[in-house]
């Protein structure tokens, strides 16, 4: 299994509480890999750490075994990382369009419009004036239509139907790329797929288990 990028022994800390306690998260190049665990475990933490949008206070992140630990969140993006957030993920005074374009200055959104095809008539509609499932179907359009090499999402399913979010996970599979993602739990029907799913489980700010989809199921 060849990594793409990785926690070593990462602690985060905010004031007085520290939200990682050494943690070593592997994430395999061109896999999905999902953080799952209940609010205050640490997963959106251990998210925004790969991201670089919170400090280290110790450990590293390596990228193909290069240490980047002290590159900021815009220089990891210019190395080809893609976050979406769990909130305010997508520019609300744009368009739809315009927030496609941000990803895709080409202008080609077929991928993205191919996934969701609900985005198709709300093209000219600003991005601020739709729903909270049609805003999560837009930021995720942009880690489709994204060339990263890593792709990290805050809950990509959050406020989507079970058929929608389903979707949103089939095409996160086909990507070509190392994907992270993070939940409160493993999303259904992930273990079905031929490529295996690894999955972390945090508690606390530590990792309690960690394997794949089908380990975690039979525990």
């Known amino acids: 299994m060849t990594l793409e990028i990785e926690l070593r022994g990462a602690r985060v800390r905010y004031g007085p509480l520290e939200a990682l306690h050494g943690v070593r998260l592997p994430v395999p190049a061109g896999a999905l890999t999902v953080l799952i665990g209940r609010n205050g475990s640490g997963r959106t933490t251990a998210l925004r750490a790969l991201a670089g949008t919170v400090p280290l206070c110790a450990g590293r992140v390596l990228w193909r075994g290069a240490d980047v630990t002290g590159l900021h969140a815009h220089e990891r993006a210019r190395r080809g990382m893609c976050f979406v957030p769990d909130l305010r993920a997508v520019y609300d005074t744009l368009t739809v369009a315009e927030n496609l374009g941000l990803?895709?200055?080409?202008?080609?959104?077929?991928?993205?419009?191919?996934?969701?095809?609900?985005?198709?008539?709300?093209?000219?509609?600003?991005?601020?004036?739709?729903?909270?499932?049609?805003?999560?179907?837009?930021?995720?359009?942009?880690?489709?239509?994204?060339?990263?090499?890593?792709?990290?999402?805050?809950?990509?399913?959050?406020?989507?139907?079970?058929?929608?979010?389903?979707?949103?996970?089939?095409?996160?599979?086909?990507?070509?790329?190392?994907?992270?993602?993070?939940?409160?739990?493993?999303?259904?029907?992930?273990?079905?797929?031929?490529?295996?799913?690894?999955?972390?489980?945090?508690?606390?700010?530590?990792?309690?288990?960690?394997?794949?989809?089908?380990?975690?199921?039979?525990?």
């Not at 202008?107 to 004036?129: I, N, Q, S």
């Not at 949103?168 to 086909?174: G, I, N, P």
């Open 103 to 219: 990803a895709a200055p080409d202008g080609d959104f077929a991928r993205a419009l191919d996934g969701y095809p609900a985005l198709r008539p709300l093209l000219a509609r600003r991005a601020g004036t739709l729903s909270g499932g049609e805003q999560r179907m837009l930021a995720v359009s942009r880690a489709l239509l994204s060339p990263a090499r890593v792709l990290l999402l805050d809950e990509p399913a959050q406020g989507l139907s079970p058929a929608v979010a389903a979707r949103t996970y089939e095409l996160l599979r086909a990507l070509d790329a190392a994907v992270v993602v993070a939940e409160q739990r493993l999303p259904p029907g992930l273990g079905n797929g031929r490529t295996p799913v690894l999955v972390h489980e945090l508690r606390r700010g530590s990792v309690a288990f960690s394997g794949e989809s089908a380990e975690l199921a039979a525990e």
